[in-house]
Nanobody, 120 residues
Framework: QVQLVESGGGLVQAGGSLRLSCAAS????????MSWYRQAPGKQRELVAT???????NYADSVKGRFTISRDNAKNTVSLQMNSLKPEDTAVYYC??????????????WGQGTQVTVSS
């Protein structure tokens, strides 16, 4: 199994910044893409940002120019720097990894989520 542990969520005022981190552990052979998703109350989970093992990134239109995703392949970590936060960014943020274990096939893995609350 792969364990994804997120950290860095919290309460911040609009216009502020937060940095989320996620560390993957387990019998990992390789991680292809790592992403951050979020889910606000009453809404579907949505993709926020993705980064491949080669460093290619993709962002939701709503966060372009404000959020930056990065990863450390050697440490199996992914981070999300969130600047100029808005109340509509309030959600539970989930770390995601598409990974293969030493004894298994490619699978999707999720963290437990971390709450981000932006006050107006």
């Amino acid at each position: 199994q792969v364990q994804l542990v997120e950290s860095g969520g919290g309460l911040v005022q609009a216009g502020g910044s937060l940095r989320l981190s996620c560390a993957a552990s387990g019998s990992i052979l390789s991680i292809n893409r790592m992403s951050w998703y979020r889910q606000a109350p009453g809404k579907q989970r949505e993709l926020v940002a993705t980064i491949t093992s080669g460093g290619s990134t993709n962002y939701a239109d709503s966060v372009k120019g404000r959020f930056t995703i990065s990863r450390d392949n050697a440490k199996n970590t992914v981070s999300l720097q969130m600047n100029s936060l808005k109340p509509e960014d309030t959600a539970v943020y989930y770390c995601y990894a598409y990974a293969i274990l030493t004894y298994d096939s490619w699978n999707n893995y999720w963290g437990q989520g971390t709450q981000v609350t932006v006050s107006s």
